[in-house]
Nanobody, 124 residues
Framework: QVQLVESGGGLVQAGGSLRLSCAASGRTFSSYAMGWFRQAPGKEREFVATILYTSSNTYYADSVKGRFTISRDNAKNTVYLQMNSLKPEDTAVYYC?????????????????WGQGTQVTVSS
């Protein structure tokens, strides 16, 4: 079992930055690929970014590529999402998730454990 707790969400103006954190506890953190998803009101949950067991392999949705950076610190059991140049369309609840599949999982059903989510609101 893996427990995930997100933090760092909030209200920011367009063009601003936020850094989300996801602290993991339970089974070996470094054995899981970690991902971020988001869900806006009335929309399906969508893939944002994933980072594999080793921090050198990262993948992003086209909508955030060049603006968001995912990273992990296996010593601290924490994964981060640095979000720059935020846009109003980035407004959503952001979820951290852990996957036992180390092949760049992008589907929500490829993830085994989920956090409770943190709200990010970008004002125009």
């Amino acid at each position: 079992q893996v427990q995930l707790v997100e933090s760092g969400g909030g209200l920011v103006q367009a063009g601003g930055s936020l850094r989300l954190s996801c602290a993991a506890s339970g089974r070996t953190f470094s054995s899981y690929a970690m991902g971020w998803f988001r869900q806006a009101p009335g929309k399906e949950r969508e893939f944002v970014a994933t980072i594999l067991y080793t921090s050198s392999n990262t993948y992003y949705a086209d909508s955030v590529k060049g603006r968001f950076t995912i990273s992990r610190d296996n010593a601290k059991n924490t994964v981060y999402l640095q979000m720059n140049s935020l846009k109003p369309e980035d407004t959503a609840v952001y979820y951290c998730a852990a996957s036992r599949f180390n092949d760049a999982p992008r589907g929500w059903n490829e993830y085994d454990y989920w956090g409770q989510g943190t709200q990010v609101t970008v004002s125009s």
